[in-house]
């Protein structure tokens, strides 16, 4: 099974799109990421379903 997201990659949650994420590593057929600009909050974990690419809005 291939990922489809890559380390390193911004992403976000498809409930929460307006915090972004930034893929740490795909394990286990789930994304360990970390919180972009708040390293001391916990990472958050994901299934492939979950997310989408981060996409900041043009305001």
């Not at 489809?4 to 590593?25: E, T």
């Amino acid at each position: 099974m291939s990922d489809l997201f890559q380390k390193g990659d911004i992403v976000c949650a498809k409930n929460n799109r307006s915090k972004p994420l930034a893929v740490r590593i795909f394990a286990r057929r789930v994304y360990y990421c970390d919180v972009v600009d708040h390293p001391e909050e916990k990472e958050e974990v994901y299934f492939e379903r979950e997310i989408e690419l981060f996409m900041q809005s043009s305001i």
